[in-house]
């Protein structure tokens, strides 16, 4: 079984700052890449920011220099951090992670968080 759970959203002011977190638990061997995603009500998901194993970033461009995602091998965590935060940035935020697994064979599947809840607003 596996288990992927994002937290840190919430209600914050335009300017304002909030971290995110996604932890991945369970029966994989490693993780390559990760992804932060969001979708506004209306609107198609779109991908925020991905890091891959080897730490090299990618970033949305309406959020370049305001977003930074970074990740935690050892503790299986990809963050999202967010600052300057504009009301157009309200929206539900998911993260994605490629997880590698060797039993029954080498395969890579895509696992997706449940999503939380950033809402930019004064």
């Known amino acids: 079984q596996v288990q992927v759970v994002e937290s840190g959203g919430g209600l914050v002011q335009p300017g304002g700052s909030l971290r995110l977190s996604c932890n991945a638990s369970?029966?994989?061997?490693?993780?390559?890449?990760m992804g932060w995603y969001r979708q506004a009500p209306g609107k198609q998901r779109e991908l925020v920011a991905e890091?891959?194993?080897?730490?090299?970033?990618k970033y949305l461009d309406s959020v370049k220099g305001r977003f930074t995602i970074s990740r935690d091998d050892p503790k299986n965590t990809v963050y999202l951090q967010m600052s300057s935060l504009k009301p157009e940035d309200t929206a539900v935020y998911y993260c994605?992670?490629?997880?590698?697994?060797?039993?029954?064979?080498?395969?890579?599947?895509?696992?997706w968080g449940q999503g939380t809840q950033v809402t930019v607003s004064s």
């Open positions: 369970g029966s994989f061997f490693s993780i390559d890449d």
């Open positions: 994605n992670l490629e997880l590698n697994f060797r039993s029954p064979n080498w395969r890579s599947d895509y696992y």
């Open positions: 890091i891959t194993r080897g730490g090299r970033t």
